[in-house]
């Protein structure tokens, strides 16, 4: 274990939603460190409005910026909605987010549910999304509780208190918009009974595809570092999933 010359890539999210995607690109980037910035006390983001967003983020992008990364990830879709265009037009790093993978579920066929927490609800990239994927098909829910719950109850998700959270809706596909739903996927699979999309393997493939790097083998030891928040949590949790991923 000596001093490492990897690339480094940063992630923000309010909370644990976001551990589900650095896992997956900790799984296809082995050449590359990744710092984790969270904010767990302060979940749900999607309580909040636009411009409380914008200073938030800006906070821990000026963090960011000072650690010199290859790419930032806004492992948020709630932040990604409302703040990406403004934090591209505030730094000169590359900056990618994670959107509801309303296409891949469009190709289902039938009536697509998104679930979604109330700002993204609420965003005009969602809307726009919606019109260019849906095929007037998607029924877009806010979840106004669903985030907090997760994020509080992570180690005993109910299916009884999903239930309570979700929309009482028929769907043919299901759309997890919040990175923190994506824990609850098999359970949520089941209450709709249809195929459940998240945008984890599109959105570490976008950043590979940015990064360019395709290599595999793993040449110097990986960093995975927490910041801000409840560092043992997202630590504990992030090492959960990533064993489970590799297994
Ligand atoms: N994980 C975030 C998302 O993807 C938001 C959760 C929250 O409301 O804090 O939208």
Request: aromatic residues 8%; hydrophobic residues 40%; charged residues 20%.
């Amino acid at each position: 274990m000596g001093i490492t010359n990897n690339p480094l890539v940063c992630f923000f999210d309010s909370g644990i939603g976001g551990l589900n995607l650095l896992c997956e690109s900790v799984r296809i980037l082995p050449q590359v460190d990744f710092t984790y910035f969270a904010d767990n006390y302060r979940v749900p983001y999607g309580a909040l409005g636009k411009e409380q967003l914008k200073e938030i983020s800006r906070k821990v992008f000026l963090e960011i910026e000072k650690l010199k990364p290859a790419a930032a990830v806004i492992a948020c879709n709630t932040l990604t909605a409302q703040c990406i265009d403004y934090l591209r037009g505030e730094f000169s790093f590359e900056i990618i987010g994670i959107q509801p993978a309303i296409k891949p579920a469009a190709e289902v066929g039938g009536r697509i549910l998104v679930l979604v927490t109330p700002a993204t609800a609420k965003s005009q990239s969602l809307m726009r999304l919606s019109e260019q994927y849906g095929e007037g098909r998607t029924t877009v829910a806010a979840c106004p509780d669903l985030a907090s719950y997760i994020e509080n109850n992570i180690a005993n998700l109910e299916k009884s208190k999903l239930i309570e959270l979700l929309p009482n809706v028929k769907a043919d596909a299901v759309v997890l918009g919040c990175t923190h739903y994506i824990f609850a996927s098999e359970i949520i699979k089941n209450i709709y009974n249809c195929p459940v999309f998240d945008g984890l393997s599109g959105t570490a493939a976008h950043l590979r595809e940015k990064l360019g790097i395709y290599d595999h083998r793993q040449t110097r030891a990986q960093k995975i570092t927490f910041i801000g928040g409840n560092t043992d949590k997202n630590r504990d949790i992030f090492r959960t999933i990533i064993k489970r991923t590799v297994l």
